[in-house]
Nanobody
Framework: QVQLVESGGGLVQAGGSLRLSCAAS????????MGWFRQAPGKEREFVAA????????YYADSVKGRFTISRDNARRTVYLQMNSLKPEDTALYYCAADSDGTRWVAATEYDYWGQGTQVTVSS
């Protein structure tokens, strides 16, 4: 039973920082590419960042590039999203996802497993 559990969300003022964590179980973590997506009320799920099985490869949405950093610790079976210089438009429910394919990082439909999400709210 694969389980992804996000944590670290909360309320922060614009310009502040948060670090999200996603703990995985029930899978061989190092075999999966990991991604972060977000979804605001009434909007489609949006790609945020992804990291390859090798930690040297990352990809970011233009909207977060330079502000967010994705990383992973395979020994702890955890992926992180460090979010700096947060903006009100970053407010959303953030989801962690695992992908055994790794061919379409930005497509939510390509991911095999999903967490339940953690809420990030940025006040202006």
């Amino acid at each position: 039973q694969v389980q992804l559990v996000e944590s670290g969300g909360g309320l922060v003022q614009a310009g502040g920082s948060l670090r999200l964590s996603c703990a995985a179980s029930g899978l061989t973590f190092s075999w999966y590419c990991m991604g972060w997506f977000r979804q605001a009320p009434g909007k489609e799920r949006e790609f945020v960042a992804a990291i390859r099985r090798s930690a040297g490869g990352t990809y970011y949405a233009d909207s977060v590039k330079g502000r967010f950093t994705i990383s992973r610790d395979n020994a702890r079976r955890t992926v992180y999203l460090q979010m700096n210089s947060l903006k009100p438009e970053d407010t959303a429910l953030y989801y962690c996802a695992a992908d055994s394919d790794g061919t379409r990082w930005v497509a939510a439909t390509e991911y095999d497993y999903w967490g339940q999400g953690t809420q990030v709210t940025v006040s202006s």
